[in-house]
């Protein structure tokens, strides 16, 4: 018998798009691990889509073995984020949950290098940027709310509704 087919939580209506992605915060000495498509000008959390059936821990557990080919413990929920933003010509919504994340190995590191690539229908690329609000503004990591809480992350789970650009 065979697998189910896997569907990504990706509603696409021109021009509205809906997703549902799950993400990591992984340090090392003061830095962040940040992904982004190689052709694209701003960085990421590592993570995903989720699937259709999957929960949220599920989906990053997954992601970090086809990303970094990694296994992960999940250390706690920082915060949920309803997330409204403007990408592509998209008015877009998305659903994120955002876990803090310890790696079960030692991952590359490099204060200023890519680290680590991966082909993911993309070609995705890894480096580890300053985990500072400075630092992660100049890098345009995306959602920008993450600059502003990097240095006082919470205790618990945390639910936030963010407007960024365009989209609100």
Same mark, same amino acid.
Request: charged content about 35%; overall charge negative; hydrophobic content about 45%.
């Given at each position: 018998m065979s697998a189910p087919a896997r569907h990504m939580i990706r509603i696409?209506? #021109?021009?509205q798009l809906f997703s549902f992605r799950? !993400?990591?915060?992984?340090?090392?000495d003061g830095y962040i691990l940040a992904q982004r498509g190689a052709q694209d000008d701003y960085w990421a959390l590592p993570g995903g889509r989720a699937e259709i059936g999957e929960n949220s821990q599920e989906t990053i557990l997954r992601e970090m073995r086809e990303e970094l080919h990694q296994e992960? #413990? *999940?250390?706690?929920?920082?915060?949920?984020v309803e997330n409204f933003f403007s990408y592509e010509g998209y008015t877009a919504h998305e659903l994120g949950f955002y876990y803090l994340l310890s790696l079960a190995e030692p991952f590359p590191f490099h204060?200023? /290098? *890519?680290?680590? =690539? @991966?082909? /993911?229908? $993309?070609? @995705?690329?890894? =480096?580890?940027?300053k985990a500072t609000p !400075? !630092?992660?503004a100049m890098? #345009?990591?995306?959602?920008?709310? *993450?600059?502003? =809480? *990097? %240095?006082?992350?919470?205790?618990?789970? %945390?639910?936030?509704? $963010? =407007? %960024?650009?365009?989209?609100?």
């Open positions: 696409d209506r #021109r021009p799950v !993400a990591g915060l992984i340090f090392h992960v #413990r *999940i250390e706690r929920l920082l915060w949920t204060e200023e /290098d *890519i680290v680590h =690539r @991966v082909e /993911d229908g $993309v070609e @995705v690329e890894f =480096r580890w940027l !400075a !630092a992660l890098h #345009r990591l995306k959602p920008q709310f *993450i600059a502003e =809480r *990097i %240095e006082r992350l919470p205790a618990g789970g %945390e639910h936030l509704i $963010v =407007r %960024e650009g365009a989209a609100a």
